[in-house]
């Protein structure tokens, strides 16, 4: 019998799982399928935590629902029952910028006439259709991507922000290509962002709903969750795994024998053998395990950077709140002085995640704009956070509740030459016969992302698994 091996038992590791062990029982394989995580518990970053009737999100907070394999996965594991979408108030979001929350209106004039650009900056944006289009072959910056398209105030006020947002990273360093590459074809193929909108849109109109583009530069899709949480999914992978499947141990290192097989090392020196074994860990991870098996895979691993992050999670006492707070939450612009990158509203974002005398507020603080607050103590953290709810939301008295969750190696940031890294790395990995590499850390951060790789890796694993018959 085959024995398969996945080291990493978050999201991505519990998806492969899942689709290699259905993939190799549709197609009537015999192998065993073993997860190996070094934590007590399965799920990774993905983890909700009930607190005083508070759900906190301690890593990502829901998936766009306009990825069908997401929502077909959920389900197949007959959890899509306990799916939640997002609150219609989610659509309004927030930019802080000189004392004042502006709402990012999706009506191009209410957005123009919203004051949270200058006049010269509005102008500015109008410029972008005839700015020519990026022609040199090297990798691009989103900072310069976005002062070439549409201006600095624009870098600093939108696409910093969403930067932030998204990846908690530096536009300064983060490749284009790689971070939004809808929006790098956008460009490559209508020549400007405007241009691009303006075919869409009419698109629409003269096509189907359903076989129009979703959206112009973004990925479209309302938020989406469970009644009890993200975890509800790992958690529900991990049940269909099967508790007997999935091992607690650290694995250190990776040994290629002559035989064309692998052992596996842990840190307490018990060895695993393995005829194939998927990476599903971080990229600082990973570099570690496969550092005896190919240093040059091991170093080309190491250059993936991640930013760390930390997450607040605050109850406040509803009545007691001036605002209502209806909506998405907010960004900071670049310029701010506030060390906080965004706050969700996450009791309006959905129906059920405080009691109803209370709010939730979920604020993230660090990434590669303030590295340096993963040091701070949580006493400091703390005021830092209770500080920019005195200043944005005139929230002057103490929480019904806080805490404080840190990451210090949260997302991976993808920099300038990714694509040719991660291509790199495929083939070193791909010259390891029975080697498989999954994860976030090469083509997309979200949920989806992870659920789309660890199905395509899974696909080329049954490929190998029919090869070797």
Known sequence: MMKIVIIGGGISGLTTAYYVQKKIAAAGINADVKVIEKEAVTGGKVKSILNKG???????????????????????????????????SARKRFIYSN??????????????????????????????????????????????????RLGQEALDKLIA????????????TMSLKACFPRIYQLEQQYGSLIKAMRQIAKARKNEDE????????????????????????????????GKENIL???????????????????????????????????????????????????NSLARIKY????????????????????????????????????????????????????????????????PNL????????????????????????APQTETIYRHEQAIPEYGVGHCDLVNEIESSVASHLGLFITGNAFHGVGINDCINAANLISANVLNYLVGQD
């Not at 006439?113 to 900056?121: A, D, E, M, N, P």
């Not at 922000?161 to 300064?172: D, H, L, Y």
């Not at 583009?213 to 958690?235: C, E, I, M, Y």
């Open 99 to 148: 004392g004042k929350l502006y709402r990012l209106a999706e009506n191009p004039l209410k957005f123009f006439l919203s004051g949270l650009l200058s006049i010269t900056g509005r102008f500015r944006i109008l410029a972008e259709p005839f700015i020519k289009k990026y022609a040199e072959k090297k990798d691009e910056t989103l900072a310069a991507f976005a002062r070439r």
């Open 307 to 370: 930013a760390p992050l930390i997450v607040v999670c605050s109850s406040y006492e509803k009545t007691r709140v001036k605002d209502d707070l209806d909506g998405f939450g907010y960004l900071l612009a670049r310029d701010e002085t506030i060390p906080v990158l965004g706050t969700l509203w996450d009791s309006s974002i959905f129906p059920n995640r405080a009691p109803d005398d209370s709010i939730l507020l979920r604020s993230m603080l660090g990434g590669a704009r303030h």
């Open 54 to 88: 508070a759900l906190h999100e301690w890593g990502p907070n829901g998936f766009l629902d306009n990825k069908p394999l997401t929502l077909e996965l959920c389900e197949e594991l007959g959890i899509s029952d306990k799916l939640l979408v997002s609150n219609d």
């Open 374 to 397: 993963i040091k701070y103590t949580d006493e400091q953290i703390s005021l830092v956070v209770r500080e920019s709810y005195e200043t944005i939301l005139d929230i002057k008295f």
């Open 161 to 172: 922000p969403m930067a932030s947002g998204i990846f908690a990273g530096n536009p300064e």
């Open 248 to 298: 607690n141990g650290e694995i250190c290192s990776l040994i290629k024998n002559q035989d064309g097989s692998y052992t596996l090392i842990d840190k307490e020196n018990n060895k695993i053998s393995a005829d194939i074994v998927i990476s599903a860990l971080p990229a600082y991870s990973a570099s570690q395990v496969f550092t005896d098996l190919d240093s040059n895979l091991a």
């Open 210 to 241: 359903e076989s129009a583009p979703a959206s112009a530069t973004g990925p479209g899709g309302k938020l989406t969750s469970f009644v009890n949480g993200l975890q509800t999914l790992t958690d529900s992978l991990a049940s269909h795994i």
